[in-house]
Every structure is written in structure tokens, then in C-alpha cells.
């Protein structure tokens, strides 16, 4: 089980820890996936600069929650989790890209 109060982003295999640290009102934590995928929806260049958004599920209903088209023309598949996550979480994101190769 992964638990953390830091973000990280992926880029070109490697992973980064944000600069700035993504919240909501309140006590800065998201109440919902839904919150969090809204607001990352709204601002997909948190995700990667120049990020076209192709597809999402914000309700998390099935699927896969956020699918864009990197600049340099690779799929980006977001799955997002509120709370710890686990080895099947890696799992279920692996998944969403290899359907999408």
C-alpha cells in the first residue's frame, strides 16, 4: 500500500514530485475522485504541457478516468485513487494502457 501526502508526475518513464502540491478548499484534501478529476480536467497541463484531452469518466463509473494525447504523440492514461492505493490499482492503470496501445 502506497500512502502520501506528495504528487508525482511521469514523464518519459520518470517520476517527478510536483513543485507545487495540488489542493482543494478546506482542509486541502479531495473529498471525491470526482473532485480531483474535475480539477485536473479543467487544468489537464498538471497532468503534462499540452495534454489533448480525448476522453474521461469524472464519475469513475468504468473506464478510464482521464485519456489524453501527449504532445509528442503518446497516450496518457490517468487513473485516479483517493486514498492508499495498492498492487491492483498498478494493475487496473496497466490495463487501460495496454487496450490503449
Do not use: H
Amino acid at each position: 500500500m502506497v500512502e502520501s501526502d506528495e504528487w508525482y508526475t511521469l514523464q518519459d518513464g520518470k517520476c517527478f514530485p510536483l513543485k507545487e502540491k495540488l489542493s482543494t478548499s478546506g482542509e486541502g484534501k479531495f473529498q471525491t475522485e470526482e473532485e480531483l478529476t474535475n480539477l485536473l480536467l479543467n487544468n489537464p497541463e498538471l497532468i503534462e504541457p499540452g495534454l489533448l484531452l480525448l476522453r474521461s469518466d469524472p464519475k469513475g463509473v468504468g473506464g478510464i478516468d482521464i485519456l489524453g494525447l501527449s504532445s509528442k504523440g503518446r497516450f496518457v492514461v490517468v487513473e485516479i485513487k483517493r486514498g492508499s492505493i495498492n498492487a491492483s490499482s498498478f494493475g487496473q492503470c496497466l490495463g487501460y494502457a495496454l487496450a490503449v496501445r
